[in-house]
């Protein structure tokens, strides 16, 4: 009887972790963790690597040391307050998340500021070629982002614009020191393309749909009225909701009586106010789903002034008569059962469909820097949720200044992408 032996498909995405305040001890733990794994020999093809704010100075030291242990593999990656890895957070301390894949490289295509990807073609001509007898068209995109850079909300919609879906997903860098983002083009030999750390701009990489991903967002905030129609407003100014004042309506949702004078609230009305923020969509989308929680569509914004004389509310974007608002405040209780639910939406794309049965096979995960652990009760807590409900899958990703899902850019969100 000849023996039989059990094979073991090979992993198509590891990850590593580690914190120390130089970046090369940094990547050699990460490099160490990486290398047990089998990643010098497993043919790396895709990699993301994210940063800490404390490691932003020496962040082309770190893809250049990336490089020389990975020649041929393109990066991508941002710069956090924070950085995340399964079951683990890493926040205001020095700290590097590597991930690596062996995606197709037909199937993917990296871009830049210096290197953009390319508009859709148009209707009967031919898609826009890779390699020699392979077409390569966006399909979705992961993009990262210059906290800092003017008209950013235009830049993602143009973005969005260029693949088949108008989906993205990613993030904005930001730190103290700087707010980088990576972008490194294997075949680049010179030039910024080469050196791969951007400011300014957007940069990412998109792939075609020959690839199998999931991504979804979960909100952080929790209504504390009803959801109304704007009615009249001017450029980022509320003055009437369902033809009522504005004032008036989030007066009363904060449960608040006291009269508003010419110069303002009451000072014992105030703390309520800071506390609360806004939540948007346009006409056409649902504010509330999932019952009292916000949709994926909807989009958390400062409340940045108030018009006493006017019955005005300013939020901290641009508003049109017709879109829905509902004022909110952040709550942990709504955060984590909202988490739980878009990790229960993944896991059922995942179930066994027509005859294909397919498996978690690594994650990136870009939240809000206003979340984390400390924000759901403990060290680690927002990473652990995310464990018990896909597993201990390779998972990385960054607490941004901004999340980005489909053409909007988000805050107090989590946006959670997951490839078979």
Known sequence: MTPTSTLTMAPRFLHAHATHPQADLALSLVWAQLESQGAATMGATLGWCYLTDALAPQAEAVLQGLRERLPGVAWVGGVGVGVL???????????????????PSDDFRVYSGQQPLPALPRVGLSPLSVSPGHAF??????????AH??????????LAGRT???YLFGGLSTGRSRSVHLALDPLAEHGDQARGVW????????????????SRVTQGCQPIGMARQITAAERNVVYELDGEPALSCLLRDLNLTAAVTAQGLPREALPKVRATLAGLTDAASDLLEHRNSFGADTRVRHLVGL????????????VEVGMQLAFCQRNVTAARRDLVRACAEIREEFDPQDGLSRTPAGAIYISCAGRGGPHFGGPDAEMQIIRH??????????????????????????VLTVWA
Request: net charge negative; no cysteine.
């Open 85 to 103: 890895a399964s079951g683990v957070e890493y926040i205001d301390e020095p700290a590097l998340a590597v991930m690596v894949s062996t995606l």
């Open 137 to 146: 068209v966006p399909h979705v995109a992961q993009v990262h982002a210059d």
């Open 149 to 158: 850079t003017p008209e950013l909300q235009e830049l993602i919609t143009e």
């Open 164 to 166: 088949r879906t108008g």
């Open 199 to 214: 400011s300014g701009g957007v940069s990412g990489v998109a792939f075609s749909d020959r690839v199998h991903l999931v």
């Open 307 to 318: 018009d006493p004389q006017r019955q005005g509310v300013a939020v901290s974007d641009l």
């Open 389 to 414: 409900a896909l597993g201990d899958i390779p998972l990385v990703g960054m607490f941004a200044g901004g999340e980005i899902a489909r053409h909007h850019l988000y805050g107090y969100t989590g």
